[in-house]
């Protein structure tokens, strides 16, 4: 089963797993999408990326060409996340709306199963983000980051 909006752009050649949700994003040619994924509206995935499953990409999120994102990573991209007005009433898209900010993934990155990528983030190209990492500021070119919060990896 899947459930893909009339306003998703699929390149060609891209595989599409079972149980995946896709609105008002755009896939380019032969990535594949993993089961259980959420791509949401506004969202970039580029050409001959791998997305493993239960991996959640939200509006402002670009990921470009040949990324590798592992399973369960999650975006995020509302610095202040509430569910309610400060006068009580549940928030509509109109309240949040002007607070996403972008994050991008530059060529050739990979990004570990778990990891967590907070909003405004640029993870430089052919960088790596270890399992289970909070990204929580950029992720210099060419460089491994592991941990909570991430940091670089000591080269020794």
């Not at 499953?53 to 999650?74: A, K, Y």
Request: aromatic share 4%; net charge neutral; proline share 4%.
């Amino acid at each position: 089963m899947q459930c893909i909006a009339p306003d998703v752009i699929i390149g060609k050649d891209v595989r599409l797993n079972a149980f995946i949700n896709l609105y008002g994003c755009s896939i380019g040619d032969e990535s594949m999408i993993g089961t259980f994924v959420e791509i949401q509206g506004g969202a970039v995935v580029g050409n001959k990326c791998r997305i493993q499953s239960h991996t959640f990409i939200c509006e402002g999120v670009t990921i470009e060409d040949n990324v590798f994102v592992g399973h369960g990573v999650m975006f995020i991209n509302d610095a202040h996340p509430r569910a309610v007005r400060p006068d009580g009433q549940p928030q509509t898209r109109a309240d949040w709306g002007g607070r996403i900010v972008k994050t991008i993934v530059k060529k050739g990155a990979s990004i570990g199963s778990n990891a967590t990528i907070l909003g405004g983030i640029t993870i430089g190209e052919d960088a790596t983000v270890g399992a289970g990492a909070v990204v929580t500021k950029d992720v210099p070119t060419g460089m491994t980051v592991v941990g909570n919060p991430a940091r670089v990896l000591e080269k020794k």
